[in-house]
């Protein structure tokens, strides 16, 4: 089994920062992407930023510039810098692996619980 924990979801003024983490743990043999996913409510999940093994990043339009994504590969650990917060980036994030659990095994998604992100005056 694999498991998911993230950390860091807070209540946040407009123009503020939040750093997210998201450890994975468990059975895990190798890690390909590592992605941040975000929900608000009555919309649909939406991907906010991935990073590959390579160390690859993409970020969608609506946070480039202010999101920020790394990985820490020894610790498999995802990260999320979130700098000039907006009211619009109020969801709950989600953190989302694609991983193997064995040497031959099938490439799978896991999520994580997911963190809530308030950002509001």
């Known amino acids: 089994q694999v498991q998911l924990v993230e950390s860091g979801g807070d209540l946040v003024q407009p123009g503020g920062s939040l750093r997210l983490s998201c450890a994975a743990s468990?059975?895990?043999?190798?890690?390909?992407?590592m992605n941040w996913y975000r929900q608000a409510p009555g919309k649909q999940r939406e991907l906010v930023a991935g990073i590959t093994q390579g160390g690859n990043a993409n970020y969608a339009d609506a946070v480039k510039g202010r999101f920020t994504i790394s990985r820490d590969k020894a610790k498999n650990t995802v990260y999320l810098q979130m700098n000039s917060l907006k009211p619009e980036d109020t969801a709950v994030y989600y953190c989302?692996?694609?991983?193997?659990?064995?040497?031959?095994?099938?490439?799978?998604?896991?999520w994580g619980q997911g963190t809530q992100v308030t950002v509001s005056s």
């Open positions: 468990g059975s895990i043999f190798s890690i390909w992407a």
């Open positions: 989302n692996i694609n991983a193997r659990e064995g040497e031959g095994w099938g490439w799978a998604d896991y």
